[in-house]
Structures are given as structure tokens and as C-alpha cells.
């Protein structure tokens, strides 16, 4: 007990430091990371990071060809990045950004979707509480009466040839393969974001849609057909071709996540649209509103407790702060229950 006073004011002493400055000790102090797949959705970050009252630009850093910018925000330093669009430039940028930003505690993706919902409209913002991938699968030929293999068996009904699969998420100690149906938000992180949208912004003109399922695929959605399908199959809300991609890699450095979207079109499915295709209208509300929902989030949930800007003995922090028990892991998502490993 006696060290652990001593230590506390040794911590206490080196608290009143200035925040460091130099582009390693940001890297290596930034707790937040918020990433989008486009260049107009950065833009609509920016502009409300920098309204943010409070938040101050820190810089920017070029690591080959992806450019990071930081903020000091709250004590905490966040981070901002493009990583493309559709699975594989996500999750490719993002695995990158994980291993240069290495304490980074919570994350978010901020961006623009389509609504499968006749519910959620142009302008409104869906945050989903779990993610399905809807183009993994298999494409049978029906016009044979062949048996398929059993572990191919389909787990979703099937639009026209194909039938949507499980997702790979993770290989096991004993090489197995992972699968599963939905990757969800982590709960502590999800129901403090929901608890923050309680106090609305007076801003704000638009609908939060807190809750449901989204769904991710390497296609870009603008069919009435299948746009009835992914609702009817998934019951989801809202489609986009990056998050479920962003998810896994999340559970696969273990690091709590959240997606924001906002409504920018109907997805194709013009009986609810008056407009039709509403993109090229609502692109930008949709992505303004979508970060005006995250930073009004990040003034309200409760930051990470490390705070490393304040904490530079990082061993006296770790200390006398250890850092709570992963609450996720890829182990305890809920797996396909028939196509567990392959």
C-alpha cells in the first residue's frame, strides 16, 4: 500500500507535463481512432471535429500512402483516417492503423449507407447493434436434383442461385476456422451510446435509429429486388459495402467498435422513394449528419480510463491502472451453428 502512495505521487508529479507533441508519442498515446471510406465523409468529420468545442488539431502524419490526422480531445488524443472503400482496402488500412496507433481503445466508423428499412429515411442515422456479411455463400445449381455437401448446406433462404453463408471470422489454436452469422457491438460501449443519445443535440434535425442489424457485402446495392430480400432475410436496416469488414478486424485486435451511418439513399428500392435513387441528393446531409452523431457521442460517453496524455510512466500507469479484462473476444461471438469450422 505504501508503494502504491508513492508511486501515485510520483504519477501525480509527471501528470503536470506538457502533452507531448511529437508525432511518435501521439501514436503511441492516441486512445480513439475514427475512420471513414471516402474523401466527402473526412470532410464531414473534419468540420465537426473542428466545430467541437474543446477539440484541438494536432497534425497530420503521411505513412506512405495513408494520411492521419490527430486531435487532442478531453485529454485524450483521437485519430482520423480513410481507409477505402468495400472488405478488403478496410481491412487492410485498418490492420495498418492498428499496429501504428497500438493503444487505441475505442473505434468508430463514420459514414454513409443505404436504408433497407422503409422506416429510416434519407438524412436519418442508423447505428446497428450487430453486423452480417449477406455476399459470402454459395451458388448451387437448382435445375439438378444433385445432394449438396452437408457442410454446404444453406443457412439462408436463397436468392435466385445463391445462398448468403456464415462469415469467416478467425482461425482457432488448432487451425479451425470460425465462423458466424453477426458480429456485434460490444454491450458496455453500445448501451453508452445509446444512454448518450438520451440528451439530443438541439442541432440536430434528423432521426438516430439506435439498435437493429446492418449488413455489409463487395457489392453496391441499387435493386428494389434485393434490397427486399436483405430486409426480409437479415432484418436489417441499413447496407453498406465496408463495416462488417471493419468489425472483424476490430474483434481481431480486440478493440471495441462502433458503425455510424447515415441514410444517403433507399438502396433501389424506389416504392418508398418518391425521388428514386436519393444518393447524389442526400450524400452529403447524410455524411454531415453522421458525424455531427459522432462527435455529439464523443461529448458524452465516458472516455478511456487511461488517458495517456497524462500518464506518461507508462509502468507506474500500468500499475496502478491495469487495464480491465478484454470484454470481447472472437471465442465468445455467437458461431453458425451449422457451419461452425470447415
Known amino acids: 500500500m505504501l508503494l502504491k502512495h508513492i508511486l501515485f505521487s510520483i504519477h501525480l508529479l509527471y501528470s503536470q507535463l506538457e502533452y507531448p507533441s511529437a508525432p511518435q508519442q501521439i501514436e503511441s498515446n492516441c486512445s480513439i481512432l475514427c475512420v471513414c471510406s471516402q474523401k466527402f465523409e473526412r470532410n464531414a468529420i473534419l468540420g465537426q471535429l473542428l466545430r467541437l468545442p474543446g477539440c484541438r488539431p494536432m497534425g497530420k502524419k503521411q505513412y506512405n500512402n495513408l494520411a492521419v490526422r490527430f486531435f487532442l480531445y ?99 489454436p488448432n487451425d479451425e476456422i470460425t465462423r458466424t452469422y453477426f458480429l456485434p457491438c460490444p454491450l458496455s460501449l453500445f448501451t453508452a451510446i445509446k444512454n448518450s443519445l438520451l440528451t439530443p443535440h438541439p442541432d440536430h434535425n434528423f432521426i438516430i435509429h439506435c ?50 451511418r447515415g441514410i444517403s439513399d433507399s438502396a433501389g428500392n424506389h416504392e418508398h422513394d418518391n425521388e428514386g435513387n436519393a444518393i447524389d ?40 491502472f491495469p487495464h480491465p479484462k478484454p470484454e470481447f473476444n472472437i471465442e465468445n461471438v455467437p458461431h453458425s451453428p451449422k457451419v461452425t469450422t470447415h
Request: proline letters at 6%.
Open 74 to 172: 478531453r485529454d485524450h488524443y483521437l485519430a482520423l483516417a480513410v481507409t477505402g472503400k468495400n472488405f478488403l482496402a478496410t481491412s487492410h488500412r485498418l490492420f495498418k492503423l492498428f499496429l501504428l496507433l497500438p493503444n487505441v481503445e475505442k473505434v468508430f466508423f463514420t459514414g454513409i449507407g443505404g436504408s433497407l428499412n422503409p422506416r429510416s429515411k434519407p438524412g436519418d442515422v442508423c447505428i446497428p447493434k450487430k453486423w452480417a456479411c449477406h455476399t459470402t455463400g454459395y451458388i448451387y445449381n437448382k435445375k439438378t436434383d444433385k445432394e449438396h455437401a452437408v457442410r454446404y448446406k444453406p443457412e439462408f433462404p436463397n436468392y435466385k442461385d445463391f445462398y448468403p453463408a456464415s462469415m469467416e471470422i478467425g482461425v482457432t
Open 281 to 320: 441528393t442526400y450524400r452529403d446531409t447524410a455524411a454531415s449528419n453522421a458525424a455531427a452523431t459522432f462527435t455529439h457521442i464523443l461529448g458524452h460517453i465516458e472516455l478511456p480510463k487511461t488517458n495517456y496524455p497524462k500518464r506518461p510512466l507508462k509502468p507506474i500507469q500500468q500499475f496502478l
Open 211 to 260: 439498435g437493429g442489424i446492418g449488413v455489409s457485402g463487395t457489392v453496391f446495392v441499387d435493386n428494389d429486388s434485393y434490397n427486399q430480400y436483405l430486409f426480409t432475410t437479415y432484418g436489417a436496416r441499413v447496407v453498406d459495402m465496408e463495416s462488417f469488414a471493419f468489425a472483424a478486424a476490430c474483434y481481431e485486435f480486440q478493440k471495441p467498435f462502433c458503425v455510424i
